[in-house]
């Protein structure tokens, strides 16, 4: 069987995890076939089988782990600036908020100063 370092996609890395899992399945039916033996199991064998089942285990552990870790390190929009432009537009908004809310004030001022000449 070829490593997850010899392999170049995810895919390919999960699909070489699943095919460990099944051979890790077929080991440990090949311990409950050698406990079952009628004339009691070899321990030779079955130890056998069981480290090669635990290295397995290992195996798949470590794979799925740095699949995991690679996908929530997958960061698809980290080079879109959308938040800097959106940042920037709702900033742009606020400006002209302001500009409105400063030329309301002026009118004000100038009603207001108007309104005590006249008096």
């Known amino acids: 069987m070829l490593g997850p370092q010899n392999q170049s996609t995810s895919l390919q890395r999960l699909n070489h995890a699943e095919k460990m899992i099944v051979h890790a399945l077929e080991l440990s039916g090949l311990a409950m076939d050698e406990l079952a033996n009628s004339t009691g199991p070899r321990t030779d064998v079955l130890a056998g089988h069981c480290g090669e089942f635990m290295q397995s285990m290992k195996e798949i552990q470590t794979t799925l782990r740095e699949e995991i870790k ?16 959106i940042s920037n537009e709702i900033c742009c908004q606020k400006l002209e908020y302001i500009a409105e809310q400063l030329d309301r004030m002026k009118k004000t001022i100038v009603q207001f100063n108007d309104a005590n000449l006249t008096s």
């Open 70 to 85: 690679s996908a929530c390190d997958y960061r698809p929009f980290e080079k879109c600036d959308y938040g800097a432009r």
